[in-house]
């Protein structure tokens, strides 16, 4: 994915080390060496190899809008907001391509069920004032003639739109480098140190200390399993997605934007594929794709794109998205001094990492937290009485 | 797959030059070599890595016999009974395992058409005296508690076996080897060259000319492929398949036998991994494992064995079964003196292994044809006018 970047001396420590080199942690490490910060960001294995490589890079904050989610959803349209400049200024910076795609997003139904919860959305989205318009199956078909004759109707979002994750976080990895920043691949992070009351580095697996003024947890799903003193973690469990690689026709392509029902995704990329997610799993760290898990995307993306059988099965891969217990992320300093959260991304690690990325480094470079982070602050569940 | 051969100087000719290294290639290279003639076994790519990398290894006569085949019924059989020795005296002289189980087979109907189909065969395998026991459905899940409810009732064929085909393959070149024969990968056969009205050698691809006064053409669905004098063919097609390698817990297998209906089959291997195959398409050489492959076997396995979606989906492949106009195998000397056949084994190519193997080797070894390959002559092709 990411190019391999000249071999140069691995810093030992710097002002601040992120741990995780997904989208997330690459994106922060990107912005705060904009800001003159020398980050070091680590990974247990490839950077982009985690949730990230799994990802199918919808930028979505209109179909995956949900009720009681109110504060999330302004999160997310804020972030998508900031998506075509965040693209522009990185393909710029970096030299990458990041298969960003504005093509749009319709979401239908195959049965009555999935008209009704359709209509339900449908409202919640009007309620919202989110650009959605309700579509016969006539006008659907018009838009997307390969959609199965018994799909009854559904909803045109022309703002959901799409990147690809692995070339995003090549492109970061790259921005990131020429901006001064650092990634170190295999270098997995077993606990934060922490010294007279704050943070004060990263000790790895290996016995290795590295250290740092401040710390940043953007390990996604393993940020649960990290070493912390009592009191300062914050919960996060893996939540498994199987994800699908088609490969079609690049000069006769499928669909021509997402497609989606409320069982499946079918996303579009410009060379011919299409990818197609994901299941939603409580199965902790287990990473195997299984037959049940390829059965239920193949024959809910049959139900909606029939002619998805012509199309070649390229990869079928598992992944862990992390999630807190209220689903919603979880960003900013905790307990510890110097020692901030950004994980819990659920679905929108993609969508939300400019964002992200943004008041993370704003916070990192000293500026009060963003009045949008507000709401998703690690100490909701220190008082819930949970921690990690 | 075969463990590499220490490295010996390739001859550039030989008593025989067998082409395609399948297991039927690779097996009347070992006879041959038995009998003293020195056979250079050539395969296009890695010797197994064609049908029989791709081929579940069902031995299985009973369960696959079929109205109006009874002369291939009686070849089935007969290969199926020399399948044990073959086996033993192979594993011992290679000193490889084969993957040999004599587990069974159990062919059960998930719904009325499978059960009228299931009842027809079971008249068909009466008539012929076959080993085939009709049971109800609470029979049939005594045997195999994870069959489905809706299973109706099955035939229990207790003599249908499996082999694992790349294990074999592995076996029969260390067999074939110690014998005194070669095998030379990566070489593929252009042309066989004629002298004097009967085959002198054959031509690579790469413009080399490898000399015998035998050649076998063992080549599998590539047979149709080779340049011949006008007349000497054999019309062989490819017939895609597809299959899927599923792992589950070795120490509780889902199933012990082979499952199988009407659409689909479960091999069950020693190691925990289930085989489950396969699609019959009509396609060229096309060798797409695809979206719709892959949910067609999914979804009729489900139907059988529900506990199928535990398991871990590890493998799915695509390979080119050879077959003739008539579906049935072409064995023996052609038009051509000297050019023997030995492919168009249709599914039925693991399982006519050692049958084809002796029979083609005592023809090279100058004996008169065996009686059970008169009905598979090529020169009935050529009777009906039909030639490759």
Known sequence: ??????????PASGDLVVIGAGVIGLAIGWRAAQRGLRPLVLDAGEPGAGATGVAAGMLAPVTEADFGEEALIELNLASARRYPDFIAELEAESGHATGFRQTGALNVAVDRDQAEELRRLHELQRELGLEARWLSAGECRALEPALATRVTGGIDAPGDHQVSPRLLAGALRAALER??????PFARARSVAVEGGRVSGVE??????????????????YAGELELPSGAGVPVRPVKGQILRLLGDRAAPLISRIVRTPEVYAVPRSDGRVVVG???????FDAAVTAGGVLELLRAAYEVLPGITELELVQ???GHRPATPDNEPVMGEGAVPGLVWATGHWRNGVLLAPLTADAIAALLDGEAPAPELRPFTPHRFAAAGVTG
């Open 316 to 318: 079928a891969s598992a």
């Open 278 to 284: 994901a299941t939603v799993e409580e199965q902790g």
């Open 179 to 184: 901006a001064g920043g650092s990634v170190r």
């Open 204 to 221: 790895l697996q290996s016995g290795e200390m590295i250290a740092a003024p401040a710390v940043v947890v953007a390990a996604g799903a």
């Open 1 to 10: 994915m990411s190019e391999s970047p000249k071999e140069r001396p691995l």
